[in-house]
């Protein structure tokens, strides 16, 4: 334990911390949270400690100085919680106490940012707060004062977070001629409307965005919402992603929940059109479920529940790794927080030609290993093929 209680006095006197979370209690206690996390924070001018007690409905602060800060941290590793996570500017430390009360400390390289210590800090948003926005408020997202209304303040989180990621986009995009971009399977269309005011009314890029979608009503709701807003450059179209045909050249795909195999006829789609930017957030992935077969894996595949959830990740792995052969840098980022929905793994892949060896092994061996011959494989045809073939 002294180890720990020097690693706590080195972090907090050198302030090193950047943010920090206690988990997993151990002994039993008069307390009743179940999980506490700490940041710096800097209030009229002093540095503080700001300790976030979860309880199982509320949350409690409290803001220590340097000397408090130790003395609680020790005293709560030592009596309550058996495991702690603390960045900070030079390492990830986690430090884990068994029953037995025996501590290890596992240190690794940094993964976060230094600190913003300014106290109860705004999130400085693309679409802001208390600002009126004709879409937002057309779509119902906020009221003519600009209050997001509270039973959509989720939604107008996700669409920040959509635009945050779009913007890491930007440069990826031929911005010397008109951008072609389709939304596949748009739905109601907030994303899309979001997608056309940040491109085009922020942004000032010259844009067409087309939002296609199998529901002729919502497709009616939204160009009468996009003539009233006066986007010229957006139309709603009905029809299905695998027969659409409208377009010749598209610079930039989205398809955010499109159920099933309608996600891998999108990505045929984009890759087929040679698209700059993918952007793709899947949902219910059947086609693997009855498909997936490793007796190594019994012990997960024979229970019905984690065998869903894994043959969604060997689906989006699958996905992700044939692009990268296609010729895409991908990456799979948190789309929004697991409390909202468990379908928020997004697909971001950018086009670079270059296709690595090494990937079309794995992929070879990864589908032998479940045994499966994937739906979007078929579909790509000979393109893929031809470059597994080669390689």
């Not at 130790?70 to 603390?86: G, S, W």
Request: proline fraction near 3%.
């Amino acid at each position: 334990m002294e180890n720990v209680k020097e690693l706590i006095r080195e972090i907090v006197e050198e302030k090193k911390l950047i943010y920090g979370v206690l988990s997993k209690v151990g002994k039993k206690s008069e307390k009743t949270f179940s999980k506490l996390s700490i940041k710096p924070v800097r209030i009229k001018g002093e540095r503080l400690v700001q300790f976030t007690y979860h309880y199982e409905k509320k949350v409690i602060h409290n803001n220590l100085n340097s000397v408090d800060t130790i003395k609680e941290l020790i005293k709560l590793i030592h009596n309550y919680f058996r495991q702690a996570v603390l960045y900070t500017t030079e390492a990830d430390y986690q430090i884990l106490v068994s029953k037995k009360g025996k501590v290890k400390i596992i240190q690794k390289s940094p993964t976060r940012k230094v600190a913003d210590l300014s106290h109860n800090r705004k999130k400085n948003y693309i679409l802001k707060e208390d600002k009126p926005n004709p879409f937002l408020i057309k779509l119902g997202v906020m009221n003519k004062e600009g209050k997001v209304l509270a039973k959509k303040y989720d939604k107008f989180k996700q669409l920040n977070r959509f635009l945050e990621m779009v913007s890491d986009c930007i440069p990826y995009l031929n911005k010397e001629r008109i951008l072609n971009i389709i939304d596949f399977g748009c739905g109601k269309s907030y994303l899309t409307f979001a997608l056309y005011y940040y491109l085009v009314e922020k942004l000032k890029l010259d844009v067409n965005i087309v939002g296609l979608d199998l529901k002729q009503d919502v497709i009616k709701f939204c160009n009468d919402i996009a003539e009233s807003l006066g986007y010229d450059r957006l139309k709603f179209i009905h029809g299905d992603i695998k027969g659409f045909k409208d377009l010749e050249r598209v610079d930039m795909v989205v398809t955010l929940h499109a159920c099933d195999t309608a996600t891998d006829d999108a990505l045929v789609k984009a890759v087929n059109w040679g698209a700059d930017v993918i952007l793709s957030v899947p949902c219910c992935q059947h086609e693997l479920l009855e498909k997936i077969e490793n007796p190594v894996m019994e012990p997960m595949t024979k229970h019905g529940i984690v065998k869903e959830k894994l043959s969604s990740l060997v689906t989006d792995s699958i996905r992700a790794n044939i692009l990268e052969i296609m010729g895409y840098s991908v990456q799979m980022l948190e789309f929004i927080d697991m409390e909202h929905t468990p379908k928020n793994i997004l697909i971001r892949a950018f086009k670079k030609d270059n296709v690595s060896k090494d990937i079309v092994k794995q992929y070879i061996k990864f589908k032998e290993f479940w045994n499966v011959q994937p739906y979007i494989e078929e579909a790509m045809g000979e393109k893929l093929q031809e470059k597994i073939t080669i390689i």
